[in-house]
Each structure stands twice: as structure tokens, then as C-alpha cells.
């Protein structure tokens, strides 16, 4: 009889062992959705203990933190098409002209443009639009009846159809003491018209005006 108690007594324990180790197990297990695979790196994830991210790659032809743009070599100057966006532009060359009788000492020069309308069909261009800039100054294009000896033909205003070209000498009253530092001197050009156009400008050559 007292075997059978002791027997009895055991099989209880074990039970009760079996059952407390289980509860055990199943409070250690990580929360998963049904049908989900349980890896070592999500157990891991489950107790706090993240699995380290391996680091990001980096491109090979990516640019330094820091790293100027491209400075796009030097300054346009004559025979330089130059990309307006809606237009090219170029200017051709330097002409020196027959002077003004007045005011003494003034210079004239003419500059041969040519502008090429790429995405419009009616750019305007007109000689107004041509500016002289050196040493903070802006000289506009002077407005003539008819072309000076040595500057020849006039740009005209006109409209300039998509894939046409419009060419011609803009003329410039230089007065005298302009530009004393001899700063690069550069034709700006810019379109008028509605909702605005690019900006370019080109650098005369060293020279292209009197001293």
C-alpha cells in the first residue's frame, strides 16, 4: 500500500513539473502572428536584443559632403553659343565704329549678334535688350536712325520664329573714363517678354574697347 502511495506521489510531481516548465517556455517565446516563422534574429528583436543593421553602402561616384559645383571651365566669350533656354545667342564679333560728333571723347563700338529661337514660335528680339556692363557700370544700346560707317547692318527688332535666326550689329556709346579698372567687360543679353526669359551673357575679349 505504501508503494502505491509513493508511486502515486511521483507521477503527481512530475506532472506538476511538466506543467510549470511549460508555463515557462510559452512566457519566453516571442509574440509571432499565426503561421509566422520564429528566426533567431526576431527572437532576438522580441527580448531587446536587436540584431545590429549592417551599414549603408556608399556609392562609388557619389560626391563628398561639401564639394563645389562644376565652375563649367571659362567665361563665354566670342563665338560661344550660349543657351538661353527658350533661345541661343552668340556674339560674333567687335567692330569699332565712326565716333559721335558728340560729347567728345565718346567711343562706339558695335557688337554682331546672332540670336537662334529654339522653343518659341514669336521671340522677340530687339537691340533694346542688349546691355554693356563693366566695373559696376550698364551702358544701353544706343538707339540710331541709321548704322555708323564700320557697323553695319543694324540689328532689327523683329520676331523670330522657332528654329529662325536673327542677326546684326548692336551699337554702344562708350563714354570716356568707363570701366577705369579695367574689369572684364561682358554683353548681357535678356529677352523681353511675358513670364520673363534667361539671362546670358558673353565677355568681350581684352581690347574690344578703347583705352
Not at 151 to 163: E, H, I, Q
Request: aromatic share 4%; net charge positive; hydrophobic share 45%.
Amino acid at each position: 500500500m505504501k508503494a502505491e502511495t509513493r508511486l502515486a506521489a511521483t507521477v503527481f510531481l512530475s506532472a506538476l513539473a511538466l506543467v510549470v516548465f511549460g508555463q515557462c517556455r510559452r512566457q519566453e517565446a516571442p509574440q509571432q502572428a499565426p503561421g509566422a516563422t520564429v528566426t533567431p534574429a526576431s527572437a532576438d528583436a522580441a527580448r531587446g536584443l536587436a540584431a545590429p543593421s549592417p551599414p549603408s553602402p556608399i556609392a562609388a561616384d557619389a560626391a563628398p559632403a561639401g564639394a563645389p559645383p562644376d565652375a563649367g571651365g571659362s567665361p563665354a566669350s566670342v563665338g560661344d553659343w550660349l543657351d538661353g533656354a527658350i533661345y541661343r545667342f552668340r556674339l560674333e564679333a567687335i567692330r569699332r565704329c565712326e565716333p559721335p560728333p558728340t560729347p567728345a571723347g565718346t567711343a562706339r563700338i558695335g557688337v554682331l549678334v546672332r540670336v537662334n529661337a529654339t522653343k518659341v514660335d514669336a521671340l522677340l528680339v530687339a537691340p533694346r535688350d542688349f546691355k554693356l556692363e563693366g566695373g559696376g557700370v550698364i551702358l544701353d544700346s544706343a538707339v540710331l536712325p541709321k548704322a555708323p560707317a564700320g557697323c553695319t547692318p543694324l540689328l532689327a527688332t523683329k520676331s523670330v520664329r522657332a528654329g529662325k535666326t536673327a542677326d546684326g550689329v548692336v551699337v554702344f556709346d562708350v563714354p570716356p573714363g568707363f570701366n577705369p579698372a579695367h574689369r572684364p567687360v561682358k554683353l548681357s543679353y535678356q529677352p523681353t517678354r511675358w513670364g520673363g526669359a534667361r539671362r546670358v551673357e558673353a565677355v568681350l575679349p581684352s581690347g574690344s574697347l578703347p583705352p
